[in-house]
């Protein structure tokens, strides 16, 4: 009897021991996919899943019921705001530039990036993050489910400090209005601030990006106007300095919720 009850709970034992490896192998798999998925999301090792596949184009562009008129006069204004930039001389900036930088994308964007100036690869093209960050920039927004083309990509500034230092708040005043027009005249749905200064200077607070990033803000862009919800996350170009896993992996949370908010599907990534 006694080597009866003996064999009982040595089976037990093993039943258990069993069960506990296989879940611990479980959650190592889990980690591991979680780990492989953030990687693929910034090295753009990865393809969209015919599953999830891309969202569709409607889904990014101007509401259902606008008539072509309405989409006609918002690309119509956001051309004549660019033209401004390109003539502005308000400050300093505009005699020391090669081009001004307007910002481009689609004119009824529902994302709109927005950074906190043009680098020498800007300035050079006229067109905002073309260099190493907005290599990567594309490459978050093409893991987003994304095309460049159907988010809207500006900065605070339109013209380049020089040698990329801070902007300086005078100027910052004299063109912040240019954006602030962008956005009235876009409507999106959602503002992403790349970096501490572009969302310090949106939400106009002194706290810092790892205070601000991980949640939505509400963003006013005149005294009566509806708010707009902001997502504030890490610049690419310091993703590129600071290239962590985790400082990618809060990013890649940060752009989870974007989608989430939006009711796009977050894509599920797969090796090519």
């Known amino acids: 009897m006694w080597g009866a009850g003996v064999l009982f709970y040595c089976v037990i034992v093993k039943a258990v021991l069993q069960f506990t490896v296989m879940e611990e192998e479980i959650d190592i798999k889990k980690v591991a996919r979680q780990h492989l998925e953030m990687d693929k999301f910034f090295t753009g090792d990865f393809a969209v899943g015919a599953a999830s596949g891309r969202a569709e184009s409607a889904d990014l562009q ?112 004299k063109c912040l209005p240019f954006l602030q027009e962008q956005l009235d005249v876009m409507k999106p749905d959602i503002i992403v601030a790349l970096g501490a200064h572009a969302a310090r200077t949106l939400l106009d607070t002194n706290k810092s990006i790892g205070q601000l990033r991980g949640k939505f803000h509400d963003y006013y862009p005149g005294a009566m106007a509806k708010p707009i919800k902001l997502m504030a996350t890490y610049h690419p170009a310091y993703l590129l300095r600071s290239y962590l896993p985790e400082n990618r992996k809060r990013v890649w949370e940060d752009m989870q919720q974007v989608l989430t908010e939006l009711g796009l599907p977050i894509p599920e990534h797969e090796r090519k």
């Open 62 to 173: 101007c509401e259902p019921q606008a008539s072509q008129a309405e989409d006609s006069e918002t690309v119509m204004e956001m051309e004549r705001i660019a033209g401004q930039v390109r003539k502005c001389r308000r400050c300093q900036l505009g005699s020391l530039r090669t081009n001004a930088v307007p910002g481009e994308g689609s004119a009824c964007a529902r994302i709109a990036f927005v950074g906190e100036a043009p680098g020498a690869d800007e300035d050079a093209q006229g067109r905002p993050f073309v260099g190493r960050a907005g290599k990567l920039l594309d490459k978050i927004i093409a893991a987003m489910g994304l095309k460049r083309e159907e988010v809207f990509i500006g900065n605070i500034l339109k013209c380049r400090p020089p040698e990329n230092r801070d902007p300086r708040p005078e100027e910052v005043i």
